[in-house]
């Protein structure tokens, strides 16, 4: 989050799992437009998947240094481009630590190179330029990446139950989003299930059961379909990771989320507060 003052590079030299290669979701994205981290193309994904060593046939495991933040998205972006042999790593770093078990403290040279290769793949990508042996395959899933205009259209239809991840009072729009000159509020017809109620204290993603309840307890019905959004499209994806456990596996994300849709005039782009 841009009030964090966080360097996650730096935070993956300290301490890492062992053999983990690093996934920056601020470079590996849409270098056409001015919202954080969105998604990129398929030519830029496979680029940068290429270079970090990545093929069809490996298994990904995806974890972050909070426990469940950002490692959601990463997993969603690798299932839009038909990658499905991906997992989050329950409880992430944290978990890790606790359960008492080895941490890599110096980054390979090799690590170094791919994290920047990657980086660099995307560019030339967005710059027209030839980029290097592509050895991951993509396979855009759209029905799982919704877009200003779909959400749009379904304010008036809903046919989707929009649920947003963000916190209860940027929700209400009584307090402040953490991007400057964003105003707080939300996308009129959306419930709000913030995105810490999908995991306990340890971190750990909750049972299905569990799960379920936070939804029901919000007056979301799963029996009918959902999509999700949140500030920049990051945590929205730990809504999605929570409703795959209790069997929702096609849930889109509107991935220019809040930022996206605040940004737009409000005569066509209606926002709603609870204090309205």
Excluded at 102 to 117: C, E, I, M, R
Aim: proline share 7%; hydrophobic share 40%.
């Amino acid at each position: 989050m841009p009030v964090e003052n966080k360097n996650p590079w730096e935070e993956y030299q300290v301490a890492h799992i062992p053999g983990a290669v690093f996934f920056d979701i601020d470079s590996i994205v849409d270098r056409t437009t001015d919202l954080p981290h969105m998604l990129p193309s398929e030519e830029a994904f496979a680029a940068a998947v290429s270079a970090l060593g990545i093929k069809n046939q490996d298994k990904v495991i995806v974890y972050d240094g909070k426990g469940f933040f950002s490692a959601p998205r990463v997993w969603w972006m690798f299932r839009v481009f038909g990658h499905n042999k991906v997992w989050v790593l329950d409880g992430g770093l944290p978990q890790w630590r606790a359960s008492g078990f080895d941490l890599g403290s110096a980054s390979p040279d090799d690590a170094v190179l791919k994290s920047k290769t990657a980086n660099k793949a995307v560019e030339r990508v967005y710059n027209g330029e030839v980029t290097n042996t592509i050895t991951f395959q993509t396979e855009f899933q759209p029905h799982l990446f919704w877009t200003l205009e779909k959400v749009a259209h379904n304010v008036g239809a809903k046919s989707y139950q929009q649920v947003d991840a963000r916190s209860k009072g940027r929700f209400d729009g009584v307090a402040p989003e953490p991007r400057e000159g964003v105003r707080s509020g939300h996308i009129p017809g959306s419930k709000c299930v913030p995105f810490p109620k999908m995991f306990d204290d340890a971190p750990r993603l909750l049972s299905a059961d569990e799960l379920r309840q936070k939804f029901q307890q919000a007056g979301i019905s799963l029996d009918h379909p959902i999509v999700v959004s949140c500030g920049s499209g990051v945590t929205a994806c730990i809504l999605a990771l929570g409703l795959y456990r209790i069997g929702k596996h096609d849930v889109p994300v509107y991935d220019g989320s809040w930022t996206e849709w605040e940004a737009q005039s409000d005569s066509d782009y209606p926002k709603a507060t609870t204090t309205a």
